[in-house]
């Protein structure tokens, strides 16, 4: 079966600090992936996307980066933790299960996500 | 810019009492639309896609409809257990590739017993 991991589930962290969250997903083959965070009182926000290997697309300019080193493995990093970064990081996993009417059945699934704070 | 727009932003419902939930978007070309139920602390957990206006997709006591404009969420006979945030997000037809999903703030939907 398909399943999606991510580590830690919480952590909080000093200003300045570096960060490294790890999301890996099991069952599938060549995902795409994508990393959202969700702030308070806001909707989630994707910061990134990865259709494979060492390929990174990133939605918004900020203090993040993230990479693919294997084909089911995503990370987020950051060298300096600012507060702004605070928030629940998501990652997800697109799924895709056939077409009808010549349109692709998808849907993106959830990991348990990681709650950061930053004091 | 793709906009989701959900109301109301918190329900309180007695135990069996029907309702809706509302998602509003503006988007160039839909090419799909999702219903999440996210409980606090978890990741959002997947309900529904709906792709066409006048489509409609059920689950339990759920039933999500689509027009061209908006999308409903009927919660019918609700119970307890059916409190969480339930959060709607859409896809355009022009992030082929990244299958970006834009999300709206959420409707924390709480059921009293």
């Known amino acids: 079966s398909q399943t999606i991991h991510q580590w830690p589930a919480t952590l909080v962290q000093p200003v300045g600090s570096p960060l490294s969250l790890e999301c890996t997903v099991e069952g599938t083959s060549n995902p795409n992936l994508y990393w959202y965070r969700q702030a308070a009182g806001r909707g989630l926000q994707l910061l990134f996307y990865s259709v494979g290997i060492g390929q990174i697309s990133s939605e918004v300019p900020q203090n993040l980066s993230a990479s693919r080193p294997q084909d089911r493995q995503f990370i987020l990093s950051s060298k300096k933790l600012l507060l702004s970064d605070s928030g629940f990081y998501l990652c997800a996993w697109r799924v895709a299960w056939g077409t009808s009417g010549g349109r692709s059945q998808e849907t993106q699934y959830f990991g348990p996500g990681t709650r950061l704070l930053v004091l | 810019e793709d906009q989701v727009t959900q109301s109301p932003e918190a329900l309180r419902l007695q135990e069996g009492e029907s309702s809706s939930l509302n998602c509003s978007y503006t988007v160039s070309g839909l090419r799909g639309l999702f219903w999440y139920r996210q409980d606090p602390g978890k990741g959002p957990e997947f309900l529904f896609t709906l792709y066409s206006a006048g489509e409609e997709k059920e689950k339990e006591r759920l039933k999500a409809t689509l027009t061209k404009k908006e999308s409903f969420l009927h919660i019918t006979a609700p119970k307890p257990e059916d409190s969480a945030t339930y959060l709607c997000?859409?896809?355009?037809?022009?992030?082929?590739?990244?299958?970006?999903?834009?999300f709206g703030t959420g409707t924390r939907l709480t059921i009293i017993p």
């Open positions: 997000a859409v896809q355009d037809n022009r992030n082929f590739g990244n299958e970006k999903l834009t």
